[in-house]
């Protein structure tokens, strides 16, 4: 890297580090092959100093090139500086081409940065090409992602480019200037450093962030009376509560999977959502690989199916009082110890008698939706069978969130009403929208006198707001963020801003009266920590996009005797229960606008562009409803119409109904799409919402989805073995009429390892960012239009009650002998030098009788003119090393073949054959598990040649002989001995 | 100045009556012969001596030929022009080239049929002197006509007339070039 | 005087010599060419939109298109196999029937043709099948069935078109030298080519007729085998089945002759041909008709048949085709197109003009719906479940079938006013051996 003294415009166009080679993850230093050939090549680090002589500064912008990149960039407006300050952004598009020292045309940059979900920071990098961001890829160095990312963390790039972003400050519905918003600060500042500040509120969203802290902090100082309000509709109120009363403390905690030989979870989704859940999926795809000890044992007792569940040894689906009841007797059993490791045994029983053999290699998880019983019953068990220190460590809390966001939203809308409010900053979040039901906070708001709304969108609470002031996205904004164990990433922007925007934290700086810009603040916060080696640790930081050793430390807990408080009874009248789950597509609500994760088949039900209430098939039969069938929900008072999903393997008499719809104000893509959950909410059961009426309405909803029939039908698709098992049938070569074309060189193959595959879906996301693959909108995808190279099928096995759930992420299988080319008639689709099955779009006529002949159907057809019709996501997000495909071709996956050609480009100038692992394509870079690998088979030494060699391996429909070059791992269920022998389990659903 | 005689032509009510004219003709040593009816007459063309085995012959030819050609494309411009892997197919993958092959033939074999017929018939021709035969249009319906051409060596205009007239030809006309 | 064969001519020729040919035929035109204006604006959808204004998916890439192209190809066959061989036989029949027999193939065909080119993607480009030095230098894909396809197509457009002239230069002739409108006399006059009626003409012309007709009948069998390989040579479970040729020409040829009782019965309605198509002409396209249609219950009773030996996938979709979402499709061909036959046991039927209409309409019909239910039935059940999913047709795939209907009549309605229906030098020919025997 360069290491003279660099002016600070430099600093803010850090190039991702490559990690040192035998890293932690050194096998991923072909994540950012541009950089490091930028940094390899000497005439670039001659380019650099060149530059770096040139000390940039507001007065020497080229302001034509400024407007030529702006308006290509986004035809937004916004050209000015910074909201609060007059600093310009201290954004790469400013100096380049010309001022940034690593850029050379063409070739993108990789910026590393950290996206926050849940208030907890995801280290990311971002290619960046020409001062666009349009890809997302994990930071290996950082400890939530180790390269890998989830579905949010891809899409963050096209809301970046939203052209429904707000976009001028704006008070009672007309438009104001930044002056005036800067003007209006000022007044606030002066208006309550009078008394202090009573009377002002501010609302914030939790955020792990040291600058925010820091600057709350500061502003208390000036402003001890201020009333500072923290409020996220997902936070882990419970938890907190079961800490404090297991440990006497609130604690966070952090959990090693690769230590775990037995693993229980009480609802939640430990690999799905929550703090963390990309690092822990890696985690446990690595013990699962762990050649040393046997195959870890994964129990999981829920109420909603998550990925955990399918991915579950055994699996129990109840309703939420009797996952307390479970909780409850396998603490008993624990105890008491009275385990028999054999023989018959109820589900708690077999739990308790393998988590008793596990001792200190066990790990007990509870979601954040349960009660903070059955939370502290699994604190309890982890200390008492001695998992602390190895399967499960305690951190202090992440973000001074004070006690509880409910109850911290409950104070402000007590102050609301009592009308105490003369002030009322909300700095991010939506709370008009996400507020429980029992708090109409959009009516409250309208009695607090000066209310300023922060956001990236005029959304629900922006519209009803005095003011709403414009917020950067991710991508545009300085700050830090700490990762679900402890680690602080360097938030840098990737682009300059679409948008003339600000940020909580300027806000926040503008209140505490220090006024300097985002990356002023961040700078101030690390300069106070590091204060001499500022400079040198600053740099690196950037690069790397983490703080080095800043991890939190284990804090000693000593839990008290704690005992469950006995169960009170269950209601008398049998009724059915609701449990709210953030929804696997827009999370809270506030990814509604986002297309892709709109279009994007929620990983069990397959549904898009919506949600539904889920029911068990019984549970729906038994009201007579079908699923799409409308429903009307009713508890005390509060009533809402859904449609029902039949979802085999939900608990019976629950029903699940995920939050993040029915949205009002969310934007042209995300507005009155599905049904706002948070309208039965109350703040007394957030999370659990027990007697519910359910009455059938007789209307139905058509919800759209993308797989229809989820039986294999006794095919043999997604194979699974026993562990230890041998095949059915090794893919020895079948005999073949046709001659053999030689690939000598590289012929690219992947294997997909299906036991290691959760379902996730940030393949499918990222597939969609590299490849431009276009959204085409509910309607198409009603049609079965849907135009995802990658799709991931969803088969059931066993009864609906409770049955195995397989996941099969399909790519094209580009088959050596492909039914797809001999019937095309124009030459449109053939094979490649090395076996690859290419798609000639410029050459394609549309007959379509290529996908008539594919028989795993992979193949996708612009019917319309997709990238340009409603929906379509913004032209700056798409990858300029991929065509955007128009109307009336075929296509289809490529093995991301703009990755592998700029990989033989590389290898050509260094004169070497392409290594293994050199390409990463779109799809196994994000997979966190690495259930995807690629590379080329011919080389002994590649991984997926030795996944080929592997007893598990398997060509999908390899009796048509179609040779196909993705090829499949088969699955290991350790559940079928286990089923054989208690075989009563499943029923007890 | 009178024009160029083209010949001599007569017209029968039946078919019979041509057939006999006809032959009389020949037997009288004319050889340069035509004859006219609403449809065809083989009893009566054999004695004017038509000969049509030709256009099998070249038919069969052209459909050999086209066949060839258009195996011979496919070979070229799959295999050798602009070889291509599809689908780990072999190039040369003949049974596939075969049915774009019979197809082609047959179009070849009806082409060239209808070619040789317009070739050998002379046709098209708009304009021909018989076509100035008053009642001549009747050929094409219920009339039959023999016309002896003004070029046979033994042409003698009224001879001629009178070996019609003695096979009761209805009308007799002399035809002129050009008339 | 008149000769015995002077009648026919003059009845026949005076039908598209007449002024004035009576309302009827001008509203079903005025109808027809409204349906056109229909096929139009589907066609318009279709080049401006997209393909997309069709109901097609995936896997469901091909729907009402491919339907329509094969039953059209199909009635094309059917009608120029029955012709050439009733030519080469010189069967009696020919005399009634070749000559619209050879116009509906012809019409069908410039119908079928429509679809191939207007289903892809890309219309507009549909030249690049054609081996023509393109600027990309790459040559068309002899392997693909649909390539195949698009030589079929092409000659079989060339070919009927000629069968149908060379048959109709004679009688060309005779409407030249009947014509009294000056126009009319010389339109004829340029599409007759100079014919004289020479005998020496006379001999080449049956030549060559017959030569066509040769021509005809290998080139029919390959091209509805090679409609039949479109689907044959695919994975797709249902499709990929050797016996397809056989169940194409078949019923292509059943659909065929249908048509051709459809229209006789209704010609000799309308314009009082009886004495040309008699009887004993009905009589015999109903026995064949039917005799066909027992081949073709043959056929039905062969797939099941087949069907029991055949892979489970293959199993698992004929099945679904006929008892799945679409089994109505594959019922509906059977009663139509195997038990409404039936009723031609009955020669009070066969010659009875209005039911064998009905007949004819009933098994062109039902084809159609074997048609459908082989496209879209047949890939409803293929090798993924994940990927099983349905179809239903947009009114824009009506519009274009219905437009192409229209264009269909509107095209033997233009026949029949303005082209002798009957063959008239055949007649006469045939008249003549009969009264010279």
Redesign the interface.
């Given at each position: 890297m360069v290491k003279q003294r660099t002016p600070p415009m430099e600093a803010y166009i850090r190039g991702a580090r490559k990690p040192d080679p035998g890293g932690p993850e050194g096998d991923e230093h072909q994540l950012w092959r541009s950089v490091e050939e930028l940094e390899g090549s000497g005439d670039v680090r001659r380019f650099s100093e060149a530059e770096f002589s040139e000390p940039a500064s507001p007065e020497s912008i080229d302001r034509r090139t400024l407007l030529n990149l702006m308006t290509a960039s986004l035809a937004l407006g916004g050209l000015s500086g910074c909201a609060v300050n007059r600093q310009p952004f201290g954004a790469p598009l400013l100096s380049q081409p010309h001022r940034s020292p690593q850029h050379i045309p063409g070739v993108p940059l990789m910026f590393a940065t950290s996206l926050e979900l849940d208030g907890l920071g995801r280290g990311v990098l971002v290619r960046s090409h020409d001062g666009r961001p349009v890809k997302i890829e994990g930071n290996p160095l950082h400890p939530a992602s180790r390269g890998a990312t989830d579905a949010f963390a891809q899409s963050e790039v096209l809301s970046l480019y939203d052209p429904d972003r707000s976009k001028v400050p704006m008070a009672g519905g007309t438009q104001r200037s930044w002056a005036d918003v800067r003007q209006l600060i000022a007044r606030l500042r002066q208006q309550f450093l009078a008394n202090g500040g009573r009377g002002l509120h501010i609302l914030l969203q939790p955020c792990a962030s040291p600058t925010r802290d820091r600057l709350i902090r500061l502003a208390g100082q000036s402003f001890p009376e201020v009333s500072w309000h923290h409020y996220s509709p997902l936070s882990n109120d419970l938890g907190r509560a079961a800490s404090q009363a297991v440990f006497g403390r609130p604690v966070d905690q952090v959990f090693d999977l690769t230590q775990a030989d037995v693993i229980v979870t009480f609802g939640g989704d430990l690999f799905g959502a929550g703090a963390g859940h990309v690092r822990y999926a890696a985690d446990y795809a690595a013990r699962r690989r762990a050649t040393n000890r046997p195959l870890p044992n994964l129990y999981a007792v829920e109420t909603t199916p998550s990925l955990t569940g399918a991915r579950a040894d055994r699996r129990l689906n109840v309703a939420p009082r009797e996952v307390e009841s479970v909780a409850r007797q396998v603490l008993s059993h624990i105890r008491q110890g009275t385990v028999q490791p054999s023989g018959p045994q109820s589900f708690a029983m077999a739990i308790a008698s393998d988590l008793a053999r596990a001792g200190p290699r066990a790990l007990v998880v509870a979601g954040r939706e349960q009660p903070a019983v059955v939370q502290a019953i699994a604190h309890v068990l982890n200390s008492e069978l001695g998992a602390i220190g190895t399967a499960v460590r305690y951190i202090e809390p992440l973000s001074l969130d004070g006690n509880g966001h409910t109850q911290s939203l409950l104070a402000l809308a007590e102050a609301m009403a009592s009308g105490r409010v003369e002030a009322l900053l909300i700095l991010g979040g939506n709370p008009a929208y996400e507020a429980p039901a029992d708090i109409d906070f959009a009516d409250l708001l309208g009695r607090v006198p000066l209310s300023v709304h922060l956001g990236t969108y005029r959304d629900e609470t922006g519209i009803t707001c005095r003011w709403h002031v414009p917020a950067r996205h991710a991508l545009e904004s300085w700050g830090d963020l700490r990762a679900f164990d402890g680690t602080v990433g360097l938030r840098q922007p990737a682009t300059v801003p679409m948008v003339e925007a600000t940020t909580p934290e300027e806000l926040l700086a503008g209140i505490a009266g220090e006024a300097t810009d985002g990356h002023g603040l961040v700078q101030g916060t690390w300069r106070a920590a590091w204060d001499a080696d500022f400079e040198a640790r600053w740099l690196k930081s950037l690069e790397d996009g983490v703080v080095e050793g800043s991890a939190a430390p284990a804090i000693p807990v000593q839990s008290a005797r704690w005992s469950p408080s006995p169960a009170e009874p269950a209601p008398p009248v049998p009724r059915q229960t609701i449990v709210f789950a953030p929804d696997p597509s827009v999370w809270d609500g506030r990814f509604a606008n986002n297309g892709w994760l709109q279009e994007l088949p929620k990983p069990l039900t397959k549904q898009v562009w919506g949600n539904a209430a889920l029911m068990a098939p019984a549970t729906a039969a038994a009201f007579g409803l079908r699923t799409g069938d409308v429903a009307l929900f009713t508890h005390d008072g509060r009533s809402l119409e859904a449609p029902v999903w039949s979802l085999p393997g939900h608990a019976p008499d629950a029903v699940t109904m995920t939050l993040g719809y029915g949205r009002t104000a969310a934007g042209s893509v995300g507005s009155l799409r599905g049904f706002d959950a948070y309208r039965l909410r109350t703040s007394r059961q957030p999370w659990v919402l027990e007697n519910v009426t359910v009455i059938p309405t007789g209307r139905r909803d058509e919800l759209i989805t993308t797989?229809?029939?989820?039986?294999?039908?006794g095919?043999d698709?997604v194979r699974v073995v026993a562990p230890g098992e041998t095949p059915k049938s090794s893919p020895k070569p079948r005999p073949s009429l046709?001659?053999?074309?030689i690939y000598d060189g590289n012929a690219w193959g992947m294997a997909i390892d299906l036991d290691l595959c959760l379902g996730c879906n940030s393949c499918v996301i990222a597939c969609q960012a590299e490849n431009n693959v276009p959204i085409v909108g509910p309607e198409?995808v009603a049609?079965?239009?849907e135009m995802h190279w990658l799709?991931i099928?969803?088969?059931y096995a066993g009864g609906t009650a409770n049955p195995e759930t397989y996941f099969?992420p399909?790519p094209c299988m580009h088959?050596?002998?492909?039914?797809?080319?001999?019937?095309?008639?124009?030459?449109a689709t053939?094979?490649?030098?090395e076996g690859l099955n290419e798609m000639v779009y410029?050459?394609?006529?549309?007959?379509?009788?290529c996908?008539?002949?594919c028989?795993?159907?992979v193949?996708?057809?612009?019917?319309?003119?997709y990238s340009q019709r409603a929906f379509a996501a913004p032209d700056d997000v798409h990858n300029p090393a991929v065509t955007v495909r128009w109307?009336?071709?075929?296509e289809k996956c490529t093995y991301c073949v703009q990755r592998i050609s700029a990989a033989r480009i590389a290898a050509r100038m260094e004169n070497r054959p392409v290594r293994d692992g050199e390409v990463t394509t779109a799809c196994q870079q994000a997979c966190p598990t690495r259930a995807i690998v690629f590379g080329n088979i011919n080389d002994p030494g590649s991984v997926v040649h030795q996944r080929r060699e592997d007893p598990r391996h398997y060509a999908l429909?390899g009796e048509?002989n179609t040779?196909p070059r993705t090829t499949y791992l088969a699955r290991i269920s350790n559940a079928l001995p286990a089923r054989a022998a208690g075989g009563a389990d499943d029923d007890t659903g | 100045m009178s024009r160029a005689d083209y010949g001599v032509m007569g017209e029968f009510a039946t078919a019979d009556q041509l057939a006999e004219a006809t032959r009389a003709a020949r037997n009288a040593g004319y050889r340069r012969l035509d004859a006219f009816a609403p449809f065809p007459l083989r009893r009566v063309s054999h004695v004017l001596g038509c000969r049509t085995e030709i256009v099998p012959v070249i038919a069969a030819t052209a459909a050999v030929v086209g066949g060839g050609l258009t195996y011979l494309a496919e070979y070229w411009m799959n295999a050798i022009d602009?070889p291509?892997?599809?689908?780990?197919?072999?190039l040369n993958s003949w049974p596939?080239f075969i049915p774009a092959t019979i197809s082609v033939s047959a179009l070849w074999l009806a082409a060239a049929a209808f070619l040789t017929m317009l070739f050998q018939c002379r046709l098209p021709r708009l304009n021909h002197p018989v076509f100035a035969v008053p009642g001549f249009e009747r050929a094409s319906e219920d009339r039959f006509f023999l016309c002896v051409l003004a070029d046979d060596p033994a042409y003698e205009a009224r001879d001629i007339t009178a070996l019609m007239k003695r096979h009761g030809a209805v009308a007799i006309t002399r035809m002129e070039l050009g008339g | 005087m008149t000769t015995p064969v002077e009648a026919p001519t003059r009845e026949v020729s005076r039908i598209p010599l007449s002024p004035d040919f009576g309302w009827g035929w001008t509203i079903s035109l005025i109808a027809s060419v409204l349906m056109v204006l229909v096929l139009a604006y589907a066609i318009g959808a279709l080049v401006f939109?997209?393909?997309?204004v069709w109901?097609?998916?995936?896997?469901?890439?091909?729907g009402f298109d491919l339907t329509n192209y094969v039953w059209w190809i199909g009635l094309a066959n059917g009608c120029s196999l029955f012709a050439a061989i009733l030519v080469l036989r010189r069967h009696s029949l020919r005399t009634a029937i070749n000559r619209f027999a050879e116009g509906l193939a012809l019409f069908s065909v410039i119908c079928a043709g429509i679809f191939p080119i207007f289903?892809?993607?890309?219309p507009w480009?549909?030249y690049?099948?054609f081996p023509y030095p393109a600027t990309?230098q790459?040559?068309?894909?002899f392997?693909?069935?649909?390539?195949w396809d698009?030589w079929a197509i092409i000659t079989h457009l060339i070919v009927t078109t000629m069968l149908w002239y060379v048959g109709l230069i004679p009688d060309l002739a005779t409407l030249r030298d009947r014509a009294r409108l000056p126009m009319a006399k010389r339109v004829f006059a340029v599409f007759a080519l100079g014919w004289r009626s020479s005998l020496r003409h006379w001999d080449f012309h049956q030549r060559a007729y017959r030569l066509v007709a040769i021509a005809v009948i290998p080139l029919v069998l390959v091209i509805q085998s090679t409609v039949a390989f479109?689907f044959a040579?695919?994975?797709?479970p249902d499709w990929h089945e050797t016996r397809l040729p056989l169940h194409f020409v078949v019923t292509g040829l059943e659909s065929g002759l249908a048509l051709i009782l459809l229209a006789a019965a209704a010609l000799r309605g309308s314009l009082r041909l009886e004495r040309y198509i008699d009887d004993e002409d009905m009589n015999l396209i109903g026995k064949l008709l039917l005799a066909n249609a027992l081949v073709a219950g043959y056929v039905y009773a062969g797939e099941v048949g087949v069907m029991v030996f055949a892979d489970?996938y293959t199993e698992?979709s004929t099945i679904n085709r006929i008892t799945g979402d679409y089994a109505g499709l594959y019922w509906g061909a059977i009663a139509l197109a195997v038990v409404v036959p039936q009723a031609l046991w009955f020669r009070r039927i066969r010659l009875n003009n209005g039911l064998c209409v009905l007949i004819g309409l009933a098994v062109t019909a039902g084809i159609w719906l074997d048609r459908l239910s082989i496209v879209v039935a047949g890939?409803q059940r293929?090798?993924?479940?994940?990927?099983?999913?349905t179809y239903a047709p947009t009114p824009p795939e009506w519009y274009l079938f219905l437009g192409t209907v229209g264009l269909f009549a509107a095209l033997f309605l233009l026949f029949v006013r303005y082209l002798p229906v009957i063959s008239m030098s055949e007649t006469r020919h045939d008249e003549h051996l009969e009264g010279s025997s």
């Open positions: 797989q229809h029939h989820y039986w294999m039908e095919r698709i046709y001659p053999d074309f198409e049609r079965g239009r799709r099928d969803r088969y099969q399909l088959c050596e002998k492909a039914p797809c080319e001999i019937v095309c008639p124009v030459n053939v094979h490649s030098s410029s050459r394609c006529v549309g007959t379509r009788t996908s008539n002949n028989p795993y159907k193949r996708r057809f612009n019917w319309f003119n109307r009336g071709v075929m429909l048509l040779q | 602009y291509l892997n599809v689908g780990g197919r072999p596939a | 939109v997209g393909v997309g109901g097609t998916n995936v896997p469901f890439v091909w289903h892809l993607g890309r480009l549909f690049w099948m990309f790459v040559w068309p894909q392997r693909s069935p649909l390539t698009f479109e040579v695919t994975l797709v489970r698992a890939v293929d090798y993924l479940p994940s990927m099983w999913r």
